[in-house]
C-alpha cells in the first residue's frame, strides 16, 4: 500500500518468565506497527477468533486489531473492531 507500512506474517517472540519463544505466534498483517488484521475465511467469527485477537493485542502490547472475515456477501457484515486497554485520559 502507497504510503502506509504494512508487514504481513509477522513473526512474533513471546516472553514469559525470562523464557523467549523467539516463534511465538504470527499476525496476518501488522499496519504501520500499531493495527493488527487477522484474516478468516470463515462461516461466522466465533468467539475463538476474538480471543485469539485479543490475546496478541495483550502479547504485542498494542491497542487496536480488526477481525476481518471474507466469506460474507457485503464487506462491512465481516469486520469487527477490537479495543484492548483503552488509556484513560
Known sequence: MRGIKTERQKIQPINFKGLTLDEGYRLD?????KIILELKVV???????????????KLSQLNLGYLLNFNVTQMKQGIKR????????
Open 29 to 33: 498483517v501488522l499496519v504501520e506497527s
Open 43 to 57: 462461516e461466522s467469527l466465533a468467539d475463538i477468533h476474538t480471543a485469539q485477537l485479543l490475546t496478541y493485542l
Open 82 to 89: 477490537l479495543v484492548n486497554n483503552l488509556k484513560k485520559t
